[in-house]
């Protein structure tokens, strides 16, 4: 039961960690038909930004950060987090526009093209960031201050991190976005782009400006997940194209374009991520070495009774 | 106050409209022709939504402004209103945010209020999905927001197709008000009775130009006319 409920758990974190990383990736979707092969990168870099800032400005003891030895002594304070955090996720939103404005908005409705520019950018951005931060696996350190782990009803221990600052922060990166898209006039006019770019513009409303504030914030949430990420699992050369593919599967369950549906991906993907590497195991036969299956499995299932996504609309 | 010379408008290599000049006052003019002459490309056209890829040339002056092959949100912002055939109204919007998002400032001669007060039916559907209006609300509802551009001249793509006769004749009552209340109207109307109750001046169209400028009364009272620039058995026999 215990265990139960810790799989649960680490499920359901990753699932928040997968989600803020989805949303951007399918907002900037859902308004602009991009699919942004270069969304796994944004995620590495911000992370990898974030850990230089905080490395840089807020540690004493210029230890690298190596983590493979566990924590280095160094104290962090809750700003020693949170600039980096913010600072790295500004960057981000703002390499999110110049990546439009100089690489995609010149080819508006050239599924093909993106894809290979965005696909192109993310081997360049990968080969980089190798070369720059290293192949060793490395962490942002979480605020000395808090807690590493709370201990819940039953005796469960659990990360602190992962369990309250991801799963909350997912929380309120949804509901933000729920609001944004909701009552603000920019989200209006977003959810009118879904429907008909073509129209908006007829209205007098400059449409480039708001995919400029798209690509802005579906950015800046990748880099808000890869300094989460960071700090709960770590940044590692690889990464990029992991969680680019997880945004895909989560989309793709979810339908493309839908913040909901990124939501509901992102549980099903968590979920059947962390059940799959721990119940695989029947008798002598384990297979959890193979739960990567499992995932293609639930793709396969969606796609087959919902091909456009449990939440998608026909383009 | 708007002036069309020698516009061209290709779909990808094919030529879809041949030279179209033709000028618009402060009136409702009615655009007529058959299928496929290029009435909804002559709209879009002039409203800079022909799609990626595909090209205008030639000019369209509004009070002297060159709006000739500017991108769509200029063109809106200049002051050409567009209402497009089928209403595409935004599916995932309630008519008061269609009427919210097109951001029309407090002193504008056109808000929304005023847009309520048009059209009563919308100020009690506020909440309402925009989509799950009744055709004719939808057809205030496209109406509405274009006009939240402040428009000088609203170019009407087949407004009154699918609406009910009495549905009709309130638009019809709306465009001539508008008109007279300085706006210049451009309405593609399939419909010869309604095109001839609705405009003084009916351009015709055929293969992608102009073919001639009339008036009501003369294409009203003539069959032949009629029947070779509409295709349709001429009005006094169908009735």
Partial sequence: ?????????????????????????????????????????????????????????FTSDSGLGLSLSGKSDAEYSVFAWLIPLVLATLIIGVIGVV?????????????????????????????????????????????????????????????????????????????????????????????????????VSALGINVNRVFIGMFFLGALLAGIGGVLGGTMISLAPGQDTAFLLNSLIVVIIGGMGSLGGAAIGALALGLVDAYADVYLVFGDLDLTNYSIIVTFALLVGVLAFRPLGLYGRPA | ???????????????????????????????????????STLCKALSGVLG??????????????????????????AGIGYVPQGRRLFQSLTVDEHLLIVGARRDDAWTPERVYELFPRLAERKHVSGTSLSGGEQEMLSIGRALLTNPKVLVMDEPSEGLAPTVVETLIETIKDLAAAGMGLLVVEQNLGVATSLAERVVVMVSGSVATE???????????????FLGVEPLAEAA
């Fill in chain 1, 99 to 199: 990546l439009q404005q100089v690489f995609l908005r010149w080819n508006q409705g050239q599924d093909l093209r993106q894809a290979l520019i965005t696909i192109a950018l993310s081997v360049i951005l990968a080969d980089q960031m190798l070369a720059y931060f290293g192949g060793i696996s490395k962490d942002i350190a979480a605020p000395s201050a808090w807690p590493t782990s709370i201990t819940l009803p039953g005796e469960v221990r659990f990360g602190f991190f992962r369990g309250v600052v991801v799963l909350s922060a997912a929380v309120l990166i949804g509901l933000g976005l729920y609001l944004i898209i909701k009552r603000t006039r920019f989200g209006k006019i977003v959810r009118a782009g879904v429907d008909d770019r073509e129209m």
């Fill in chain 1, 1 to 57: 039961m215990q265990q139960f409920v810790t799989v649960t758990l680490n499920g359901l974190t990753l699932a928040a960690l997968y989600f803020v990383v989805a949303s951007g990736f399918t907002l900037i979707f859902g308004l602009m038909r991009v699919v942004n092969m270069a969304h796994g990168s944004l995620y590495l870099l911000g992370g990898y930004i974030a850990l230089e800032i905080q490395t840089r400005w």
């Fill in chain 2, 1 to 39: 106050m708007l002036e069309v010379t020698g516009l061209n408008a290709y779909y990808g290599t094919a030529h879809v409209l041949q030279d179209v000049s033709l000028t618009l006052g402060a009136e409702p003019v009615a655009l007529i022709g058959r299928n496929g002459m290029g009435k």
């Fill in chain 2, 52 to 77: 990626p890829g595909n090209r205008v040339t030639g000019s369209v002056r509004l009070e002297g402004e060159e709006l000739g092959g500017k991108p769509a949100h200029r063109i809106a912002k």
């Fill in chain 2, 214 to 228: 009339t008036t009501s009364q003369d294409l009203l009272s003539d069959p032949e006319q009629q029947k070779r």
